[in-house]
């Protein structure tokens, strides 16, 4: 018997050898180890045998299994190796030091015309600063003239941190510490302040076509001795024409924001519809794109500068709409989807 099992054990590695594939192994273990197989067949012939052959006998049989086991797991290892080396084999080489072919990150239509509006305003002698998204009630309500429970803070309701901070909801909330920082170059050297400063704003905003919870403005301001009405229509004339490059048409109409007296709201004819109107203008033909104002005597105060003898104006223009109207985007939820297909077709070659 014990011939039977050295013979078998021997055309099982004879077999073994000569395997190339996960099917053939498969057949092999079959024929060994299955039910009918080879080995199994082995134990049906001990009948014949004493009971402690039958022991020594089915101790070795077992050896046998178990060497055989052992073998078809280690050869099923053997060719799932030489199987994903194969498929490494037949992908294309990859050359780390190759120049990336895939899409170019873009610039987004807000970066690019929030740089235009910054190239025009400091080609006309504006500084450009920069203010933080998370301010204090202070910043943002109490130094532009709407103390607490006024009612222009319903049109703004923004998100509040625990601390007591909030998430900017205009622009404007940068005017009270800049008007404090240049103040003194005003007053002491007849510097005038020309500054804009441009910022994502949020608010608790149901979202549609024309409005998102999250946006851009771009405030401006001008301080100095005598300025009036006359320059706030200049400069925005003058901003507007270079942005679009052509005759935008404009309507300005009584507006009302406790942090300037007169208020204006300036209006541009929608060039998504051409003025017929649409979703994108709230079907008006018009769109709200950038209130202004003579900035109040409360607010001049607020920030260190006397009333009686200085003046300016305030506006705070709508840039993300702006971004629409430059580039017919009929949905302003497209300009925060993230969507690459969409954005990366305002790339240029900055
Ligand atoms: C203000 O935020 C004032 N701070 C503007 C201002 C500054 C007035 C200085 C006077 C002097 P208003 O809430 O209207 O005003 O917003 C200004 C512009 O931001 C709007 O005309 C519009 O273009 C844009 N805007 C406002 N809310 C949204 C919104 N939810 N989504 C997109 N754009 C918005």
Known sequence: MDAKIISLKEKFEKELEKIESMAELENVRVAYLGK??????????MKELSNDEKKTFGQKVNELKGAVAEKIAAKTDELKKKEIEAQINLMP???LSMPAKLDRGSYHPITLVQREVERIFKSMGFTVEDYSEVVTDYECFESLNIPKHHPA????????LENGQLLKSQ???????IYKKYKDALVNDGVPI?????GRCFRNEATDACHENTFFQMEGVMVDKNI???NLIY???????????KDIKVRLRPGFFPFVEPGFELDISCLICGGDGCPSCKHSGWLELCPCGMIHPEVLKAGGIDPEEYTGFAFGLGLTRLVMMKYGIKDIRDLNSGSLKSLSQFTDDE
């Open 228 to 230: 009036s009405i006359s």
């Open 235 to 245: 400069f925005m004339k003058t901003m507007l024409s270079e942005v679009f490059q």
């Open 153 to 160: 803070r319903d049109m703004q309701d923004t998100y509040y």
């Open 194 to 198: 020309k500054a804009i400063f441009p």
């Open 93 to 95: 080489e990859f050359d």
């Open 171 to 177: 622009t404007s909330a940068a005017q009270n510490a």
């Open 36 to 45: 009918k197989g080879s080995v199994t067949d082995l134990l049906k012939g």
